[in-house]
């Protein structure tokens, strides 16, 4: 019986030293890639003409693109330049060209999860390729995934709430779907273009500016959060370039802003910034609590290259959201993001790869 015991504890120890073996030998791979020059992080995406991309807008603030997928069929895929890992919603597997063709792999050398190459759901060559972010290393178990893809999360709580306010939405694109490209978002004509590059010597145009990412040692993109400027009240505020930016409303919200949707289009200010605002200008259009996540404000006028357009509805978010949250995606601690309720103004063009944006009226 002692002989067994030892032989199953043995048997325990060694189990456990293969496991941590494996688990510091992908987190030391994984953190080599990090700082590498690896061609694989940069989709090499053609250089082709400018390609409208089908889409849907939203209230001419944010949109959708249309996924053209296996058997002729078209999902409905949210488009934020400001969020997170690119993925298919849960509720979108049953699709008989997305099950077939799922795979298995471990994020970080532990977590195991389910995910699609992009080649195999998108059919059009001409459809952009997203870019593969470091980030986010998919292994086999040793191997890693050099071909972009789209991972299925779980469905928790987050994603359950995200899915009821935007029952509509088949598939996020967050930030790599944009990363390596140049794009023309064209909000009043409610038009997509890709491939419509910026040169670097345009970097001088009034209507230009130069973007912000955060970069590795070799000055590679570790993210897609591009951080800009605008004036407010002769104040310079860096913001984040946020297409995906949305309120979630209140009841009391949807009542004070008219609007009879769970989410509308929104732009994002901190507290700190907000709070002044209120008190430098009271006559300001205020509601309270119309967004789930705080106050929002009505600028009358902001300046952005420029342009001077309004008004803009601003959401409060907490000044924590930036200096500890967005900063680690970021080139700096910014102060807000803008997004649809100011975007809507303009047609612009920005290129990921000059790190320009334009905007024109």
């Known amino acids: 019986m002692k002989n067994k015991l030892t032989y199953i504890l043995l048997s325990i120890a060694t189990l456990f030293l293969l496991y941590a073996a494996y688990f510091f030998t992908i987190k030391y791979l994984d953190k080599k890639i990090l700082g590498s020059t690896d061609v694989f992080m940069s989709a090499k995406n053609k250089q082709i003409p400018n390609y ?90 040793f191997r890693r995934v050099t ?13 359950k709430f995200m899915l009821e306010a935007q029952p509509e939405m088949d598939v996020f694109l967050g930030q790599t779907f944009f990363m390596g490209h140049s794009w023309t978002l064209d909000y009043p004509n409610e038009q997509i273009m890709v491939n419509t590059p910026l040169h670097d010597s345009l970097v001088n145009q009034p209507n230009i500016q130069k973007l912000g990412f955060k ?25 984040l370039f946020d297409t995906g930016a949305s ?28 709070n002044k605002w209120r008190k430098e200008h009271p006559e300001w259009k205020h509601y309270p609590k119309a967004d789930l996540a705080g106050d929002v404000i009505e600028v009358p006028i902001v300046n952005i290259n420029g342009h001077e357009i309004g008004p803009v509805l601003f959401a409060m ?9 967005m900063i680690k995606s970021m080139d700096k ?4 993001a803008i997004g649809g309720t100011a975007l809507k103004f303009f047609k612009i063009t920005i290129d990921y790869n000059s790190e320009l944006i334009k905007f024109e009226k």
């Open 52 to 141: 409208i991309i089908p889409t849907d807008f939203i209230d001419g603030e944010r949109f959708y693109i249309k996924l053209p997928i296996a058997d002729n069929d078209t999902i409905m895929a949210f488009g934020d330049t400001g969020g997170g890992i690119s993925f298919i919603t849960p509720k979108t597997l049953n699709k008989q060209a997305i099950k077939s063709n799922l795979r298995y792999g471990i994020l970080k050398g532990i977590m195991p999860l389910q995910y699609i190459l992009y080649k195999d759901l998108v059919k059009d060559i001409n459809f952009p390729i997203p870019y593969l972010n470091k980030n986010l290393i998919i292994r086999n178990p």
């Open 147 to 159: 071909s972009p893809f789209l991972m299925i999360p779980p469905l928790d709580d987050e994603l």
């Open 215 to 239: 970069k590795n040692a070799n000055q590679e993109k570790l993210f897609g959060h591009p951080s800009m400027t605008v004036i407010i009240e002769r104040d310079t505020i860096d913001v």
């Open 247 to 274: 309120m979630v409303l209140s009841e009391e919200g949807k009542k004070l802003l008219y609007i009879d949707k769970k989410t509308s289009g929104g732009s994002f200010i901190a507290a700190s910034i907000f």
């Open 317 to 325: 978010r907490q000044d924590k959201v930036w200096s500890e949250g």
């Open 333 to 336: 601690v910014v102060k807000g």
